[in-house]
């Protein structure tokens, strides 16, 4: 079965560069068709789509985070990166990684808090 | 950026009745070359991930009740659910996933 989990920092530091890494298993990100993304979600608000690579390396990213993301993979490893630039408070959220467009798998999530 | 609008923010619905959510986008998500609407429906229940109900607008992902059906085309949608039951208490989103992927603000579903 499809089974994504999300690894990375608890904390970071505002200004920080915050790196996530998804491992997935069960579909491999070579097959024609399969994307893997992030979607993130503040502390009782609502869901942020963030980025989204697809086997064939096309990346997709979301037009008020662009300047600050960047998404790739590792086919060998069945891992997909996300890296966000100049963390803020305002970023502290559960950072789920996803599989599908839209995303009909989802990891458990990682709470990322930004404080100095 | 397509901006997702939910409506209303919060309903109250008695048991074994029918919840209506609507969701509107600021343009049309409707790809006329295969005349399919990118829209999508989720459920997140409390300290969980959100799940899949609903794609293309109107087909329901595989284990999910018929109490839960889809209904709209360009930039009106709605998710409709009937014989309220105890479980389907949770938030629930639209996502268009036309361009980028923007979610709706969430509705959250109680118990009247």
């Known amino acids: 079965q499809i089974t994504l989990k999300e690894s990375g920092p608890t904390l970071v530091k505002p200004t920080q560069t915050l790196t996530l890494t998804c491992t997935f298993s069960?579909?491999?990100?070579?097959?024609?068709?399969?994307?893997v993304g992030w979607i993130r979600q503040p502390p009782g608000k609502a869901l942020e789509w963030l980025a989204l690579?697809?086997?064939?390396?096309?990346?997709r990213y979301s037009p008020s985070l662009k300047s600050r993301l960047t998404i790739t993979k590792d086919t060998s490893k069945n891992q997909v990166v996300l890296t966000m630039t100049n963390m803020d408070p305002v970023d502290t959220a559960t950072y789920y990684c996803?599989?599908?467009?839209?995303?009909?798998?989802w990891g458990q999530g990682t709470l990322v808090t930004v404080s100095s | 950026d397509i901006v997702m609008t939910q409506s209303p923010d919060s309903l109250p619905v008695s048991l074994g009745g029918r919840a209506t959510i609507n969701c509107k986008s600021s343009?049309?998500?409707?790809?006329?070359?295969?005349?399919?609407?990118?829209l999508a429906w989720y459920q997140q229940r409390p300290g969980q991930p959100p799940k899949l109900l609903i794609y293309?607008?109107?087909t329901r992902e595989s284990g999910v009740p018929d109490r839960f059906s889809g209904s709209g085309s360009g930039t009106d949608f709605t998710l409709t659910i009937s014989n309220l039951q105890a479980e389907d208490v949770a938030v629930y989103y639209c996502?268009?996933?036309?361009?980028?992927?923007?979610f709706g603000q969430g509705t959250k579903l109680e118990i009247k």
């Open positions: 690579i697809y086997w064939d390396d096309d990346r």
């Open positions: 343009q049309s998500v409707l790809d006329s070359s295969n005349n399919k609407n990118y």
């Open positions: 069960g579909f491999s990100l070579s097959t024609s068709g399969v994307g």
């Open positions: 996502q268009q996933y036309y361009s980028s992927g923007t």
């Open positions: 996803t599989h599908g467009a839209p995303p009909s798998y």
């Open positions: 293309w607008a109107s």
